[in-house]
Structure formats: C-alpha cells, structure tokens
C-alpha cells in the first residue's frame, strides 16, 4: 500500500523558512516523480512543484520560483520541500502526492496523496 | 495559466440519486483531465484520469466525459460515501485545479 507521510509544518514569521518533508513507502520511490500540492484554509488547490525520479529536474510555478526548492533523497525514500522568504499567502496545508510516471513532463496527474501538513505564516 | 472551471458550487443531492458535477476550461486540454475527491481533513483521492479513465479500485458509479473544454463527472447512485467535494484538474500544461464543487445531502 502506497503511502506518503508530510512532516514539518508549523508557524513561521513572514521573512521567514521551513523545510517540509514526506516519507514514502509502499513503492519504489526513485521510480515516480513527486510533487507538492498546496491548498489554502477554505480554498482550492494549487501546484507548487515537481521533480523527476532521479531528482535531475524541477518544476516550479511563477509564485514560488526563487523562494521555494524541491528535493529528494531516493536513499531515505524522502521528498522534501525548503521554503524561504515565506509570506501570509504561503498558509496552508501541503500536500505531497506521485506521480505516475518517472518523469514529471507527461501525464501530470496524482495517483496518490498524503494526509498534509500545515503551514501558518503570521507574525 | 489554464483557468479551471467547476460548476455549480454546491450540489443538493438524496442518497441513490445520480449526480453530474461539470468542468470546463479556458482553452482545449484534449482529454488531459482528472477528476479528484476530498473528504475533510484528508488529501485528494484520484478518481478518473485521461477525462474518462477510472483510477484503480475506484467503483463503476463513478464515470468521467468529455474532451476540448467541456468535462463531466457522474456519479450514478450517491453513497453516503460520496459526499465530498470533487475537483477537476487540467494536466495538458502544468497542472492547475478548479474551485471545487461540494456534494452535500439534501
């Protein structure tokens, strides 16, 4: 059984950094691209980045590039999420999610997720 | 960005009744769509990829249309499962969601 599991929320003043992480297990982890997903208390969902099996490549969407960084360790089974220069639009709760494939360019879509952890930048 | 739209917002609907959620996009994603479930306090659960696949273990109640800009969900006969919100999410660029339609009881 597939299973991801999201660490590291938590409050953080506006300027400030944290670094999420998410535990894989049930598959071969450096086999899929993963991502992170974010969705704001009482809003939709937003992408906010991809990287490939190996963790050669990154995505990341306009709002986060430059502040937000996507990793992995294929050893650990471990996705992590390094997020600086955070802002009050930056709460909320974070998902990590697979994709289907090795690579993060095709077939975009999310065959699993995790539970979530919550992100609450306030001063 | 490709813009997502889901229609309505909310959804009434008795147990066993059939439900039909849309989704339409600002410009032509083919069938690069997915289809999701939330339930409060969970992450999403994919149920319908490539506009009309079903993910595995997702039951035949739930089925998936369209192509172009024009999307649709239905659930054939509501379980109290079912209740949730469902989004649709583009893939033929880099990924954005609709707002989401809530399933609520009537």
């Known amino acids: 059984e597939v299973q991801l599991l999201e660490s590291g929320g938590g409050l953080v003043q506006p300027g400030g950094s944290l670094r999420l992480s998410c535990a894989a297990s049930g598959f071969t982890f450096s086999s899929y691209a993963m991502t992170w997903v974010r969705q704001a208390p009482g809003k939709g969902l937003e992408w906010v980045s991809a990287?490939?099996?190996?963790?050669?490549?990154?995505y990341y969407p306009d709002s986060v590039k430059g502040r937000f960084t996507i990793s992995r360790d294929n050893s650990k089974n471990t996705l992590y999420l390094q997020m600086n220069s955070l802002r009050a639009a930056d709460t909320a709760v974070y998902y990590c999610?697979?994709?289907?494939?090795?690579?993060?360019?095709?077939?975009?879509?999310?065959?699993?997720w995790g539970q979530g952890t919550l992100v609450t930048v306030s001063s | 960005d490709i813009v997502m739209t889901q229609s309505p917002a909310t959804l009434s609907v008795s147990p066993g009744e059939r439900a039909t959620l849309s989704c339409r996009a600002s410009?032509?994603?083919?069938?690069?769509l997915a289809w999701y479930q939330q339930k409060p306090g969970q992450g999403p659960r994919l149920l319908i990829y490539?506009?009309?696949t079903r993910a595995t273990d997702i039951p035949g109640r739930f089925s998936g249309s369209g192509s172009g800009t024009e999307f649709t969900l239905t659930i054939s006969s509501l379980q109290s499962e079912d209740f949730a919100v469902y989004y649709c999410?583009?893939?033929?660029?880099?990924?954005?969601f609709g707002q989401g339609t809530k399933v609520e009881i009537k």
């Open positions: 990287i490939s099996g190996s963790g050669g490549v990154t």
């Open positions: 410009q032509s994603i083919s069938s690069a």
């Open positions: 490539d506009a009309s």
């Open positions: 999410q583009q893939y033929n660029n880099w990924p954005t």
């Open positions: 999610a697979k994709f289907p494939t090795y690579v993060a360019t095709a077939n975009k879509y999310f065959q699993h």
